[in-house]
């Protein structure tokens, strides 16, 4: 009967430690997805910025186009 005790508590140790491994697995599997849309997220950042420096840059040809075109309409 202490046996079967012993058998029993085996077995459990050996289901938890294959958990164990599994869970291990399947976290090492996240970090990694986690680490790759963290880059994602990063180039992103860096088109966002980009295109807001763009912005910026038409922004600034529009309006000298308007004044330049304001500046003729009004030597007419």
Known sequence: ?????????QAKVEQLI???????EQNK?????LDLKDKEVEALHVKLEKFGK???LIREK???ILERLEG???TA
Not at 1 to 9: D, G, I, K, Q, S
Not at 18 to 24: A, D, F, S, T, Y
């Open 54 to 56: 763009e912005k910026g």
């Open 72 to 74: 003729l309409i009004q």
């Open 1 to 9: 009967m202490e046996l079967a005790v012993f058998e029993e508590l």
């Open 18 to 24: 294959e958990q164990c491994i599994e869970l291990r």
């Open 62 to 64: 529009v309006e000298t």
């Open 29 to 33: 599997k996240l970090t990694e997805t």
